[in-house]
């Protein structure tokens, strides 16, 4: 196995870019972290244990600026429309004929318009959150400085920002259901907030709601690896699209 890691910073010096490759791998992830790991509170090393000998390359993405790849990532571009192009360029060169996009919470988010521009075989959202409808692109973001993030305000200024992020996601949702991209939404089905978010995207067509039964945490992606049925999903996705 031959890992590749772009050793990128920016001036919080976290890396931006990890990679798990392996030759010949037919399927390639690619994940959009969050902050507490690279999916839900799980590592990319030990997400790379899980996939160890499943033939299924890893891409790790991290967005260090508070503002969840709307604002693209160094060195792929500087807004989402360049960076989407950078890593096109990074996917195509992996070979791969299956790209799966795989995000949690508000990086569901960000898979799922990403998917737009990229066009991967599937969208995984676990919990992926929806922006307001009332909040339009442009809006003035809430600046994050070091005096805000004490304890509460950090988690009171990271919500404001996430409303401001993408704007209406029906353009990136229209766009998936006609390019027939499934986006695979993976909730909790006691989650209230959850489900009325898998209400909402079962309107477009690329929507395939997997609900969990008897679950109420937002947290889904951890349950699902805590629970060992993360591989099931994700051998699940990658005989769907291969249909």
């Not at 976290?14 to 509170?41: K, P």
């Not at 969840?68 to 500087?78: M, V």
């Not at 993976?186 to 978010?197: C, K, L, M």
Request: with cysteine; glycine share 8%; charged share 20%.
């Amino acid at each position: 196995i031959k890992i590749k890691d772009l050793e990128v910073t920016n001036r919080s010096r976290v890396q931006t870019i990890r990679s798990c490759i392996e030759d010949n791998n037919e399927t390639v992830l690619v994940f959009f972290c969050g902050w507490s790991g690279a999916i839900g509170y799980y590592s990319a090393d030990y997400i790379n244990q899980v996939l160890s000998g499943k033939r299924i390359s890893s891409i790790y993405l991290t967005d260090p600026t508070l503002n969840w790849f709307s604002g693209g990532i160094a060195p792929l571009g500087k807004d989402i429309h360049s960076c989407a192009k950078g890593l096109n360029k990074l996917i195509d060169n992996l070979k791969s004929s299956k790209v799966i996009f795989i995000g949690s919470s508000i990086t569901g988010l960000a898979a799922m318009h990403y998917a737009y521009y990229i066009q991967p075989k599937a969208v995984i959202s676990f919990a992926g959150i929806m922006p307001s409808s009332k909040i339009k692109r442009g809006e003035r973001q809430v600046d994050v400085t070091v005096s805000n993030k004490r304890k509460g305000q950090r988690s009171f200024i990271r919500n404001k920002k996430m409303e401001n992020l993408y704007g209406n996601s029906e353009k990136a949702l229209m766009g998936m259901s006609d390019e027939n991209i499934p986006l695979y939404y993976v909730y909790g089905s006691e989650n209230i907030s959850d489900r009325a978010t898998a209400g909402k995207l079962s309107q477009y067509g690329c929507t395939q709601l997997i609900p969990l039964k008897g679950v109420d945490t937002h947290s889904i992606s951890s349950y699902c690896i805590g629970m060992g049925i993360f591989m099931n999903l994700i051998n699940h996705v990658i005989q769907t699209v291969d249909c």
